[in-house]
């Protein structure tokens, strides 16, 4: 397996995927899910110029950053527990995953430490599943509205987990409705409150995503093959 002929291959899909959607490839960042994946894997892909990096655990993303050049974009992607808040706060550039006030005020205590403003998306579980993490769909512009009162962090936009499906169509409408829900909280103008960036889309229906209006794509599988967690 050839992790940087993956890359290519995927930025190809993405570029097709813009182009069919009357986007610009400017619009949309592809993220390299690099979970469970060694650094020299990830080394790989430096010489195509991959700066953005997807992480769902705060050890794994800091011990990556900490192997890794500076001039990278960690984002954290998965479920944060507020106690590792700190660990990740000057060193991850976007919080994928705030899905209640109580993380949410403990990301402002820290980033207030650090004399930072933290970039942060609001997880919506958009399907409703009930194993997903993310706020409903009802519940996300009262915790925005709560939200924006912190100074010390900038609300960005929304970020959904689609369900695993077998026909990427199947999660169109999912991606749809985080778009029509960004459009109407936007709407709302809130102070420290932007609703331009929507993560969706991963290894099995990101072109579906960017046709409904994603701006980050998290892809994994895709990139770097499969993960085989017993082997971490
Ligand atoms: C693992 C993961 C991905 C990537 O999934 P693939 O199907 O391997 O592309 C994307 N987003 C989140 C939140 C993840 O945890």
Redo the contacts with the bound molecule.
Sequence with gaps: MDVKENYKAVEEKVQRACQKAGRDRSEVTLIA?S?TKPAGLIEELLPLGVKDF?E?KVQELTSKYEALPKDLHWHL??HLQRNKVKYIIDKACLIHSVDSLRLAETIHHEAEKKGLVMPVLIEVNVAGEESKFGVSVEETLPLIQEVAKLQNIAVKGLMT?APYVEDPEDNREIFRKLKNLSVDIKGENMNNVTMDVLSMG???DYEVAIEEGATLV?????IFGERNYAAV
């Design positions: 899910v979970k997807g769902n992607i998965g987990i991963m290894t099995g998290r892809v994994g599988t895709g």
